[in-house]
Nanobody, 119 residues
Framework: QVQLVESGGGLVQPGGSLTLSCAAS????????MAWYRQVPGKGRDLVAS???????IYEDSVKGRFTISRDNAKNTVYLQMNSLKPEDTAVYYC?????????????WGQGTLVTVSK
């Protein structure tokens, strides 16, 4: 089991910045990848960014050039630096980590942190 705890959400004005953190209860290097998802009321949870153990990253198109995902294996923490925030970035952001060996994939989720972009 892996517990994930997000922090860093809050209210920010359009054009502002926030950094989300996700602290894991154990070594994240043992997981295949870490990611950030977001969800707005009435919609599904969408991938925002992911990072593998070797540092390869993927970003959702609308956040490319504005958001940066990174990881610190020594601290078992993943970050999401969000710049040039827009009102449409408002959502609950969830940290995710998954492991897939020979068996089925196992996903771990944090409790979510709310990001509100508004004047």
């Amino acid at each position: 089991q892996v517990q994930l705890v997000e922090s860093g959400g809050g209210l920010v004005q359009p054009g502002g910045s926030l950094t989300l953190s996700c602290a894991a209860s154990r070594n994240i290097a043992s997981l295949n990848a870490m990611a950030w998802y977001r969800q707005v009321p009435g919609k599904g949870r969408d991938l925002v960014a992911s990072i593998t153990g070797d540092g390869s990253t993927i970003y959702e198109d609308s956040v490319k050039g504005r958001f940066t995902i990174s990881r610190d294996n020594a601290k078992n923490t993943v970050y999401l630096q969000m710049n040039s925030l827009k009102p449409e970035d408002t959502a609950v952001y969830y940290c995710n980590g998954y492991y897939k060996g020979w068996g089925p994939r196992t996903d771990y989720w944090g409790q979510g942190t709310l990001v509100t972009v508004s004047k």
